[in-house]
């Protein structure tokens, strides 16, 4: 029996957050489920039992622990198997740094970048057009955050410090939204921005699994 199942669906950033994650601590003893958003299934009698706002992902263990919001999974399942993705808790400034890079990820990019991935890409799937004002406001927003993080990164490798942490898998899947909705331009006009882009999309796990995506795409496409 895996060690916990995973609910998430094909194409979803928060699902995939968790999928780098494992990818990333070389973890593989779990049960991916997918649940098919177009369809509703997420609002499912059973997943409103697993997440009280009927969303993916959410990991539940065979004794019962059942956990949702990506960024808690991701932290939890690197603590309970011991990814290097962390800081030790013993180096109490190193974590308080993480958890103000991941405050910022979380509020001054996920929130912008989500709304031009939401407007650009999922409404294709609902047959709606993107709301342009929306998709300025939120590229503006996204464009002033990586000002700042091009500063930052003159002076550190990674978002939370000099080691590749949980922080930078965050960013990876709504950045590689970003590229599909055809918005690469602000990661790679930025000099210290993209050479931190390229050192974490050089990572063999990152890599792997956005092989085995596209895979599955090219597939689906047949
Ligand atoms: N903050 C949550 C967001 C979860 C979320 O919005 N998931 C999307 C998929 S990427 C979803 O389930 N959307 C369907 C819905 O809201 O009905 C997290 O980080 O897990």
Redesign the pocket.
Known sequence: MPAFTLYG?RG????DRVRLTLAEGGFTDYELVLLN?QKRE??SEENMKRHPW????VITFPGGFTL????AICKYLARKYSFPLLPPDSDVEAAALFDQAQSAEMLYFAEPAGRIAFEKFAKKFMGLPPDDAVVSDALRSVEMFFDVAERLLQHKDYMAGNAFTLTDIYYTPLIQRLFACGYGDVILSRKAVSAWWDRCMNRPAIQKILAADKEAVAAASK
């Open positions: 669906s979803s950033t928060n699902t958003l997420q609002k009927g969303k993916v992902p949702y919001e990506s960024r």
